[in-house]
């Protein structure tokens, strides 16, 4: 499992997100929801699912009232599964975000936030999608 924590500076909004994880990660992915004030019932909804270790899956959790989100990616059966959960979940947030500032859902600052977001986060995804990369700027 890697683990970042990402502050998004233009809208004072951190994420913590999960990449790779399995079944013997719940326990630090858990704290992390209770961090941020998850409700009980979708934190036992989380553990259920999390213990499966089902691949292919992944669960996005903002508290937009703290400006926070955990962001979990499992473990993925291709590199085009990885980016197919990896943006399912970055759209959940980027919509969280979108919806407590009142952003157009069809606006360019949205369009700018999920560019930012994944450019911001190229270092940690280029490896789960890049299938034979000898990328040298990454």
Known sequence: ???????????????????????????????????????DDIRDRVYSNLVKCDMDTGFTYSNKRLKCTVMVIGLHSSQAQFLNSFEHEMRHMVDDIAETFGLNMGGEEVAYLTGDM??????DIHKFICCDCKCKNH
């Open 1 to 39: 499992m890697e683990r970042s924590a990402i502050h998004i500076k233009k809208y004072d909004w951190r994420l913590d997100i999960f990449f790779a994880v399995t079944c013997y990660h719940v326990d630090e992915i858990m704290d992390s929801l209770a961090d941020v004030e998850c409700p």
């Open 118 to 123: 994944n450019s911001t986060l190229w270092k």
